[in-house]
């Protein structure tokens, strides 16, 4: 059972934004500890999106945008298109348990 | 450029075991750690196992703590997952991936295609 929270499914149409949370706690993401938001497509391996919270790699559209505040981390997806559709993970360490996680995963659909 | 090549994978029986490798090219090896992640048929990301860039520490989850050994040979490039006593559970895709690293295009992190592991009688 991870200890990262994300909600089980997001859905929107093109061109709309879309936002959902990575919820942890005061051993992970409250106490500090860097968020990073993968994408997976069916079949393939993850693709990192964001790193250290809020920064891009080289070649990430900047539609894509993470933010964290106290326990809680968010990714954003602005201009939403039908390329988007695919699984999102975000990632961490925790202290407690000296382990690093994955949260639970969503699901975008693009209406 | 980066590359991960995963090899290893197959049919095992419950109780048994088996050995991946993660052949490394494209960056400095030695120089940073590395992660086994692993995915069940229709399931999540689960992270697995980490080992420093020296191999002086290493970390797991506790559904592998006992049972799986990560270990690396810098002088080969080479990243690998022993896993023994192995159980139906462990059935998934397993991955091996860098820590972020600084190459000529910028920080990324790079994950290998993937190598299936089947656990069943």
């Known amino acids: 059972q991870s200890v990262l929270t994300q909600p089980p499914s997001v859905s929107g149409a093109p061109g709309q934004r879309v936002t959902f949370s990575c919820s942890g706690s005061?051993?992970?993401?409250?106490?500090?500890?860097?968020v990073h938001w993968y994408q997976q497509l069916p079949g393939t391996a993850p693709k990192l999106l964001i790193y250290g919270n809020d920064i891009r790699p080289s070649g990430i559209p900047d539609r894509f945008s993470g933010s964290k505040s106290g326990t809680s981390a968010s990714l954003a997806i602005t201009g939403l298109q039908a390329e988007d559709e695919a699984d999102y993970y975000c990632?961490?360490?925790?202290?407690?348990?000296?382990?690093?996680?994955f949260g639970t995963g969503t699901k975008v659909t693009v209406l | 450029q980066v590359q991960l090549v995963e090899s290893g994978g197959g049919v095992v029986q419950p109780g048994g075991s088996l050995r991946l490798s993660c052949a490394a090219s494209?960056?400095?090896?030695?120089?940073?750690?590395m992660h086994w992640v692993r995915q069940a048929p229709g399931k999540g990301l689960e992270w697995v196992a980490f080992?420093?860039?020296?191999?002086?520490?290493?970390y797991y989850a506790d559904s592998v703590k006992g049972r799986f050994t990560i270990s690396r040979d810098n002088s080969k490039n080479t990243l690998h997952l022993q896993m023994d006593s192995l159980r139906a559970e462990d059935t998934a895709v397993y991955y091996c991936?860098?820590?972020?690293?600084?190459?000529?295009?910028?920080?990324?992190?790079?994950w290998g295609q993937g190598t299936l592991v089947s656990v069943s009688s």
């Open positions: 990632h961490s360490y925790d202290s407690s348990l000296s382990v690093y996680v």
């Open positions: 494209g960056f400095t090896f030695s120089s940073y750690g």
């Open positions: 080992i420093r860039f020296d191999g002086t520490n290493k």
């Open positions: 991936a860098t820590v972020l690293i600084v190459v000529v295009s910028g920080t990324n992190d790079y």
């Open positions: 005061s051993s992970n993401i409250g106490a500090g500890y860097d």
